[in-house]
């Protein structure tokens, strides 16, 4: 047997990679958070579930976990957009303990077939205990 026989059956097995970048099955990382079953420990973790939506189109997810005061009332997503690869910057706070964190992050995308990235520092704070996502600056 090949090795991409192989790999092919592990993925199977597995699932496919969860697009937050987290080397995880999608099963195992952001679909039990997109589908209510957990929540997002972490400001982090957060930010990498909200990537995964964006990747995968789940405007459901992305204005329920958006804080109240910012959210808007409708979210219409770009289709030829294509969000591609998430890389972690930096964070400040947000764990287990806080009540507000900041993530800096690079979203590696595909628009009409182009490369792009956006950068921002997203602001995330606990409403009703659990993380949802504030704002953001971009530079």
């Given at each position: 047997m090949g090795k991409g026989a192989t790999r092919r059956r592990a993925n199977a097995t597995t699932g496919p990679a969860c697009p937050c970048g987290s080397a995880q099955a999608?099963?195992?990382c952001c679909a039990p958070v997109h589908g209510g079953d957990a929540q997002a420990p972490t400001a982090e973790a957060l930010?990498?579930?909200?990537?995964?939506?964006?990747?995968l189109g789940d405007?459901?997810?992305?204005?329920?976990?958006?804080?109240?005061?910012?959210r808007p009332d409708s979210l219409q997503l770009d289709p030829e957009q294509r969000w591609t690869r998430l890389e972690i910057v930096d964070t400040e706070r947000g764990g287990l303990l806080d009540?507000?964190?900041t993530v800096t992050f690079?979203?590696?995308?595909?628009?009409?077939?182009?490369p792009g990235t956006m950068t921002e520092r997203s602001r995330f704070v606990r409403e009703d205990g659990r993380w949802v996502y504030l704002d953001g600056d971009q530079p």
């Open positions: 999608y099963a195992d930010m990498r579930s909200r990537f995964s939506a964006f990747a405007t459901g997810y992305l204005l329920r976990s958006w804080h109240s005061s910012t009540t507000a964190g690079h979203a590696h995308y595909r628009d009409a077939g182009r």
